[in-house]
């Protein structure tokens, strides 16, 4: 478990950009003595290059947005391009496309400001909310609306019970498979730690389908999913009406089963295995996502060097945790890296900010504590989009991070730009 005092360590070494002091630090070890650094001092952990602080040899540049991570084989390096290949790729009725879907691609939707990133693309959740009970309203074809259908007599709408709606933007992929590797004991035990200014948060337990374990929910505004296989066949379906081996089943239209049948003319799972790589689409797409380099940050000039001091006094880093550890992993390049996320990957009440759509282990009120890395190609902010500019997404922050929000919104405008540019150098 990762202490407080070695948060505080790691934190002014990622700062410093000095890896040498990581290395040589006795908090570099914060999940188990077993684990000794793989990487030479000046390396570049988690393909997150620092700007080198003194005495510190420069390490190699940051893989930029879109690349595949540092230290790949090339067998990996194959993987990963097969991979690019599958989530470009467009879908057609006569591929499996729909009924009913939202995109025909991946990248259509993960595409800002290379693939895998972004986009300003929103879905749109539903459902009725009696008491605080969320209904997700399956039977309507609910919680998720899609958008298109190849016939429009198959067209979703959005059922009149309803009286939820939510609209949640894309978000990035880079730097996915050092989220994954995360072990969930590390998320778990952070969520156990007395947390300042009311906050608690929890983990997100979720049943990961391709394994049928319990594991901690990560990916997904509400963490809804564990592992990016799981993503990757929960997309495949729900966003481009592809069955897999994992969801088998389509989604029939607002629920209506002859509509379906009307409509469906392809045999499931319609993402099968292909004998010659033992591999479906979705097992590609994973390997992309798994393989995609976190954002390169950006040098931090003296302003930014600045907010991130108050970044840590104000408290945001209480939720969004500057950095995790890897575990163990059969790709070197994940394996026992750094994870400069800034998230904890928990679960908080947001109060006012949440969107009323309770979704795996996630209630209503809750989301998942967003990551800042490659906050400056995003926007517009917050689940929803509602916030144009970072300024006005921290501002919307509520329920347990009320207090930090209130200390943010009390600096004086100096101090509020100094944060700013932290952020936008994440
Ligand atoms: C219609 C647009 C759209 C398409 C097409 C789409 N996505 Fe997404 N993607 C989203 C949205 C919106 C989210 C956030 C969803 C949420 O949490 O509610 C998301 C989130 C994700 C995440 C979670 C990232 C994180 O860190 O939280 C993964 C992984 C992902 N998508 C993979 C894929 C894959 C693989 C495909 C292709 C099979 C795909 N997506 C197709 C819109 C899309
Ligand atoms: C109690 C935990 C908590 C605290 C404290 C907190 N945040 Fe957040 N933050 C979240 C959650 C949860 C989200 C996702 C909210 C949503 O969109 O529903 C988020 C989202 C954001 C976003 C938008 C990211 C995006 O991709 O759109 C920014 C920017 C942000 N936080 C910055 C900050 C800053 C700066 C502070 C300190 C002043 C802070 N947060 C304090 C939990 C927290």
Not at 234 to 261: C, K, M, Q, V, W
Request: proline content about 10%; hydrophobic content about 40%.
């Amino acid at each position: 478990m990762i202490g407080k005092h070695g948060i505080t360590v790691i934190v002014a070494a990622l700062l410093l950009g000095s890896w040498s002091v990581l290395a040589q630090s006795q908090q570099v070890s914060p999940l188990g003595n077993s684990h000794s650094p793989k990487q030479p001092p000046g390396g570049n952990p988690g393909g997150h290059g620092g700007p080198g602080g003194p005495g510190s040899p420069p390490g190699p540049p940051a893989p930029a947005f879109g690349a595949p991570l540092s230290g790949l084989t090339s067998a990996q390096l194959a993987d990963f391009t097969d991979g690019l290949g599958d989530f470009q790729e467009v879908d057609t009725p006569d591929t499996g496309l729909g009924p009913i879907f939202n995109n025909t691609s991946c990248v259509a939707c993960h595409s800002v400001p290379a693939p895998g990133g972004g986009s300003p693309i929103f879905e749109t959740r539903f459902g009725q909310l009696i008491n605080g009970i969320f209904d997700p309203l399956i039977a309507l074809g609910g919680s998720l609306l899609q958008q298109f259908a190849i016939d429009p007599s198959a067209q979703e709408i959005i059922p009149s019970a309803a009286n939820v709606f939510a609209k949640r933007i894309s978000t990035p992929l880079f730097g996915a498979g050092l989220i994954e590797a995360i072990p969930d004991a590390t998320i778990v035990g952070y969520a156990a730690l007395p947390k300042p200014d009311g906050i608690v948060g929890r983990a997100a337990m979720v049943v990961d389908v391709t394994s049928g374990e319990t594991r901690v929910g990560r990916f997904g505004w509400k963490a809804q999913q564990a592992t990016l296989l799981a993503f990757a066949g929960d997309a495949y379906l729900n966003e481009i009406g592809i069955t897999s081996r994992f969801f088998p089943h389509e989604n029939a239209p607002n629920g209506n089963e002859a509509l379906l049948e009307q409509y469906d003319a392809i045999a499931d799972p319609e993402d099968a295995i292909d004998p010659s790589t033992g591999k479906a689409d979705i097992d590609h797409f994973a390997d992309f996502m798994r393989m995609l380099a976190p954002p390169p940050p950006k040098p931090l000039s003296k302003s930014a060097v600045a907010g991130a001091l108050l970044f840590l006094s104000v408290g945001c880093a209480t939720c969004h945790l500057p950095v995790m550890v890897t575990g163990p992993s059969a790709i070197a390049a994940l394996d026992h890296k750094l994870v400069p996320l800034y998230s904890d990957l928990l679960l908080h009440n947001m109060g006012s900010l949440a969107d009323g759509i309770g979704q795996a282990a996630a209630q209503p009120s809750e989301m998942k504590t967003a990551p800042l890395w490659g906050l400056r190609v995003r926007g517009p902010y917050l689940h929803d989009g509602s916030a144009g500019t970072v300024d006005a997404a921290i501002l919307l922050h509520d329920g347990e991070a009320a207090k930090v929000r209130n200390r943010y919104s009390a600096l004086p405008s100096t101090l509020k730009q100094q944060l700013l540019a932290f952020l936008d150098s994440l």
